[in-house]
C-alpha cells in the first residue's frame, strides 16, 4: 500500500535526503586515489550523526556500514574495505540518513582520477537515465512511464539494464512501496499522484545486465566483470511534477573546487 505524504512530511525527507547530499558533498572532498572505502564509511557516520541524525543503512536488515561502497564491476550493496582506490577506479557511494522520523537515500557514482572514455560515458548516461525517469514522475503518469524511460536510455546505448534491484517509496521506513523499478512498460504500474515520495535510481551496466551477489551476502556484481554505474535522487511528486528532495550540488562544488586547486 502507498502511502502519499503531506507536504509537512516532505519536508521532513527533504531535510534527511539534503543531508546526505551534504554527506556526499563532503566526501567528494575526500575521495582521491589511496583513500579507503573504510576511511570514508567513518568519515561518513561521523558527519551524520554531528547534524543530530543517524546512519539510514546502519543496522538496517544487518547491514554493518554507514556507505554502500561499489568499486567498478560492483553495481550495489559492496560493503566498504580497506582497499585503496586506485587511479582509473569509479565507485558508487550510496548514502542513507534518517532525522525526525524520516529517511533520505540517494547515491553517486565518482570517478577516482582519470578514467576512460568508455567508463565516462557510462557514468554520463545513467546520470541522464536517472533525469529522463525523473521526467516522467508526473501526475497522470505511471510508475512504468518513468522505467521506461530509463530502460529505453540505457539500451540505445547498448548497455545492460539491472532487473534484480529497483528504486523504491520512501518515508518513515527506508523502503516502502511503490517499487520503481528501472525497466517495464508504458502505461503500467501503479499511478503517479501528488503526495508520492520515490527513490529512483538507475544501475546500468556497461555490458550484460545479469548479475551475481558475492559470497559476503551484500555485495552485487556484474556476472561479466564489466563496470557498473548507479545515480540516485530522492523526488517527490508536488502540484503534479516531480520536485528532487536531493541535490548534486554540493558534490559537484567541490568537484569543481578539485578541479581548479
Known amino acids: 500500500m502507498i502511502h502519499?505524504?503531506?507536504?509537512?512530511?516532505?519536508?521532513?525527507?527533504r531535510e534527511s535526503a539534503l543531508l546526505v547530499s551534504k554527506t556526499l558533498g563532503m566526501l567528494a572532498d575526500e575521495i582521491q586515489p589511496g583513500v579507503t572505502p573504510l576511511y570514508l564509511d567513518q568519515r561518513a557516520e561521523e558527519f551524520i550523526r554531528d547534524h543530530d541524525a543517524d546512519p539510514g543503512f546502519l543496522g538496517l536488515y544487518g547491514c554493518p556500514s554507514t556507505l554502500l561502497t561499489s568499486v567498478n564491476e560492483q553495481i550495489v550493496h559492496g560493503l566498504p574495505n580497506n582497499r585503496p582506490l586506485e587511479?582509473?577506479?569509479i565507485v558508487s557511494i550510496d548514502c542513507g540518513a534518517k532525522k525526525n522520523g524520516y529517511y533520505g537515500d540517494h547515491a553517486y557514482t565518482f570517478s577516482i582520477g582519470e578514467i576512460s572514455p568508455e567508463v565516462q560515458k557510462l557514468l554520463d548516461v545513467t546520470l541522464e537515465c536517472l533525469y529522463k525517469g525523473i521526467e516522467q514522475a508526473r501526475k497522470g503518469n505511471r510508475i512504468g512511464d518513468i522505467s521506461y524511460a530509463i530502460q529505453q536510455h540505457a539500451e540505445q546505448h547498448g548497455y545492460g539494464v539491472v532487473r534484480e534491484l529497483v528504486g523504491h517509496g520512501l518515508g518513515k521506513k527506508m523502503h516502502e512501496?511503490?517499487?520503481v523499478?528501472?525497466?517495464?512498460k508504458r502505461g503500467k504500474g501503479s499511478k503517479v499522484k501528488d503526495g508520492l515520495v520515490i527513490a529512483i535510481e538507475p544501475m546500468i551496466n556497461m555490458g550484460t545486465r545479469r548479475v551475481k551477489q558475492l559470497s559476503d551476502g551484500w555485495t552485487i556484481v556484474t556476472a561479466d566483470g564489466a563496470p557498473a554505474a548507479h545515480?540516485?535522487?530522492?523526488?517527490?511528486i508536488v502540484d503534479g511534477k516531480p520536485e528532487i528532495l536531493s541535490t548534486f550540488d554540493y558534490i559537484e562544488g567541490a568537484l569543481a573546487k578539485k578541479m581548479v586547486s
Open 4 to 13: 502519499y505524504k503531506s507536504p509537512e512530511e516532505i519536508a521532513l525527507i
Open 87 to 89: 587511479e582509473g577506479d
Open 177 to 179: 512501496s511503490p517499487e
Open 181 to 184: 523499478p528501472n525497466y517495464g
Open 231 to 236: 545515480f540516485e535522487h530522492d523526488v517527490a
